[in-house]
């Protein structure tokens, strides 16, 4: 069964030093259930049994057990070229997303090709109550769309979020951040007029100011606009 031959294959490539790296930066997961394949094995890997024919059989078996699992299921999606096929196989992934990393290694190439269908997806990705789920759809806003295909409708989807959550709180903060080094003018706006929580309005900030792609005098203006604590 292809599950057991990938399983076997990723111990085959374990690193247990990196294992034991990998569990201190994500915190869903623990020594036990992470291999430690280092990501360009997992890349390499993807590829490989992204050609098998029976690669469907380890793409349904679902829940993974292990990290490393995931990471490969995301890479495997990363790569398969039919649109139509690989957003239905993100579609049944993302409930079962449960870190960050998985989150975000998830690029699907084959997506800016049809950015126009896409974003029906990510408009329901963004409204869903799954925090992974949340993150990946803002995600692929960033990607995809904050250059030709920009409209300010989009960070008007990404602002209207509303989250307890760490990654996506983190993740809208970074969308920001992105789209002020891409779009200042017309997303700087949503800075000045706090249409963000506070603690993501100064993460913006923050990550907006580390950023080469701003300027000397906007990072100082960005500066001039956190939200100053009442006495």
């Known amino acids: 069964m292809i599950t057991d031959e990938i399983r076997t294959e990723l111990f085959r490539l374990q690193d247990v030093k990196y294992r034991d790296f990998q569990s201190r930066l994500i915190p869903s ?7 430690g394949v280092r990501t360009p094995e997992l890349r390499k890997l993807a590829k490989q049994a992204g050609r098998r024919t029976d690669v469907s059989a380890f793409l349904d078996d679902l829940p993974h057990t292990y990290f490393d699992e995931n990471q490969l299921h995301a890479f495997i999606l990363s790569e398969m070229k039919d649109y139509e096929a690989c957003l239905k196989r993100v579609d049944s992934f993302l409930p079962y997303v449960d870190n960050w990393a998985t989150c975000d290694q998830m ?3 084959i997506f800016k090709k049809y950015r126009t269908e896409l974003l029906g997806s990510i408009r329901n990705w963004i409204k869903s109550h799954q925090t992974y789920t949340i993150r990946f759809g803002i995600k692929m ?20 979020v509303k989250s307890d959550e760490y ?12 789209a002020l080094a891409k779009q200042y003018e017309a997303v700087l706006p949503f800075i000045e007029e706090q249409r963000l929580e506070v603690w993501t309005h100064h993460k913006t900030i923050q990550k907006a100011v580390e950023s080469y792609r701003i300027t000397p005098a906007q990072k100082e203006y960005l500066k001039s606009l956190r939200v100053r604590p009442t006495a």
């Open 29 to 35: 997961y623990d020594s036990d259930t992470m291999i």
């Open 107 to 109: 690029s699907p190439k």
């Open 141 to 160: 806003l960033m990607e995809h769309f904050l250059d030709e295909d920009f409209s300010p409708a989009y960070p008007e989807l990404v602002a209207e």
């Open 167 to 178: 990654y996506v709180k983190m993740m809208i903060a970074w969308y920001f951040a992105t």
